[in-house]
């Protein structure tokens, strides 16, 4: 767990809020938490409750009587607020913010995120000790955030950079996509079915029909348990319109 920064709630309000930082930090598989001045005891029943199983993290949480105090030891600081202030500072996004504090742990330096207190954010003293700024770009007419909300945001883009996720996935369960013989050999019987009940009426424009039918099949990746569905779909209508007939 040395590879990653450290959460600092700088004058935390609501110890419900903190449990629910925990809570975020949990998800996100962040577990150093420093609280600078919270008002209320983060261990207390309100704080465990809202942790929701993250209680971990406020047992082993440090809490430090001023900011200087809470970043002492550390090598870097950001600090995350929505409103631009009156200071030349490097502002990043929270995923660019992520990937600056992998570098920089990788160079065994030590990397802080600081959050403000619910109700009024950041003081601009806070954010002038901080080495840069993340911003989270959201709603101009509506950017407050809830405080474990915030942490959740930031929190997950510098996951994102631990793990390696498919951005994108089927979920075949018990059976596979259909290889290209199979829904070759699907899209010929369901064409000749089609023109055995006259639904090709014009040869010219039958060509233009039969890719939009491909088309429309392509797009959703069959599996061989879907086609099976489809074959017996199409024979149970092939023979109940024979014996109407």
Known sequence: MN????????????????G????????????????????????????????SNAEEILQKAEVFATLDEAIADLHFVFATTA????????????????????????????????????RTGLHN??????????????????????LSQAVLLVGYEWYKTQIKVESKQLITNKTEVADKKTV?????FLESELEECGNFKSDEKKPRMV???????LRSELTEQEINTLYG?????????????
């Open 211 to 217: 890719r939009n039918l491909r088309n429309i099949f």
């Open 3 to 18: 590879n990653q920064p450290y959460i600092i709630l700088v004058n935390p309000q609501l110890a419900e809020n903190v």
């Open 20 to 51: 629910m930082t925990a809570r975020a930090m949990m998800n996100c598989g962040l577990y150093y938490l420093r609280l600078v001045n919270p008002r209320e005891n983060h261990l207390s029943e309100k704080a465990i409750s809202a942790s």
């Open 83 to 118: 409103r631009r202030r009156d200071m030349i500072k490097n502002i990043h996004t929270a995923d660019n913010a992520a990937q600056e504090v992998n570098t920089k742990i990788a160079k065994n330096e030590k990397c802080g995120i600081l959050f403000g207190p619910e």
């Open 125 to 146: 003293d806070d954010v002038a000790i901080a080495d840069a700024i993340i911003e989270i770009p959201l709603n101009p007419e509506h950017t407050s955030l809830n």
């Open 184 to 188: 070759t050999k699907f899209f010929e």
């Open 233 to 245: 779909v199409i024979n149970y209508l092939t023979n109940n319109q024979n014996n109407k007939s």
